[in-house]
């Protein structure tokens, strides 16, 4: 019995696709449909367990700042769906790499399987592709 997302990645040209990018076109998709922002609810854990409240914890990775990191592992770690969770952690790993202790990071790619965590290593040791911390 093949699952949803065998079936999904069996389509030609989408097999290919990284699965973060999957993970971004189910967030994408559920924020335009029910009519969400770019914020968080003020407490995402309240939420029912689920794609929602996954998608909810991600949009509040992202808004963290890189000097709350620990709050980020525990975030991340709070999500269950892995697409959400890869597309989340590599996003802000990408954004915020050059400001994250090295073990933190990798921590946090660790989180994630496969392909995300191999992109989320990656995003984290290129210099060439970390932006400058700012105010991040």
Do not use: F
């Not at 189910?26 to 009519?35: I, K, T």
């Not at 769906?81 to 915020?96: F, I, L, N, Q, Y």
């Amino acid at each position: 019995m093949s699952t949803p997302r065998a079936r999904l990645l069996a389509r030609p040209g989408l097999a290919a696709l990284p699965t973060a990018l999957c993970g971004a076109l189910v967030a994408a998709a559920l924020g335009a449909c029910s009519g969400s922002t770019t914020s968080a609810p003020a407490d995402c854990g309240s939420m029912a367990a689920g794609l929602e409240r996954d998608v909810c914890h991600g949009k509040e990775l992202k808004a963290l700042r890189s000097s709350e990191v620990d709050r980020a592992l525990v975030i991340a770690g709070q999500m269950t769906d892995p697409m959400v969770r890869g597309e989340a952690v590599t996003t802000w790993v990408e954004a915020k790499a050059n400001c994250l202790p090295p073990d933190k990071g990798q921590s946090l790619c660790n989180l994630l399987d496969g392909r995300d965590q191999s992109y989320c290593l990656r995003r984290l040791s290129a210099p060439h592709l970390q932006t400058d911390c700012g105010e991040q």
